[in-house]
């Protein structure tokens, strides 16, 4: 089994910054894109950011120049640095692995989500 673990959100007023984390832990054989979705109250899971194995990133249109995704592979952990966060990035945020695992699955593993608000 595979865990993963988001911290770092909280209450920041508009034009500040938040770091999260998100931690892999369990059965874990390697880990091989990384990524951030965000679920504000009424729409949809949208993705965020997202960070391969080899560090090739891709980011929402609406994040760009704002948030930074990143990885240490040794600690099996992403980050995502928000800067200039605006109300609109008011947010339930989840992170996500795919994973395989030391039995040679390969599945996709979700953390329980980090609530981020930002104030106007």
């Known amino acids: 089994q595979v865990q993963l673990v988001e911290s770092g959100g909280g209450l920041v007023q508009a034009g500040g910054s938040l770091r999260l984390s998100c931690a892999a832990s369990g059965s874990i054989a390697s880990i091989n894109a990384m990524g951030w979705y965000r679920q504000a109250p009424g729409k949809q899971r949208e993705l965020v950011a997202a960070?391969?194995?080899?560090?090739?990133?891709n980011y929402a249109d609406s994040v760009k120049g704002r948030f930074t995704i990143s990885r240490d592979n040794a600690k099996n952990t992403v980050y995502l640095q928000m800067n200039s966060l605006t109300p609109e990035d008011t947010a339930v945020y989840y992170c996500?692995?795919?994973?395989?695992?030391?039995?040679?699955?390969?599945?996709?593993?979700w953390g329980q989500g980090t609530q981020v608000t930002v104030s106007s």
């Open positions: 996500n692995a795919r994973a395989t695992t030391s039995w040679g699955g390969n599945y996709l593993y």
């Open positions: 960070i391969t194995s080899g560090s090739s990133t």
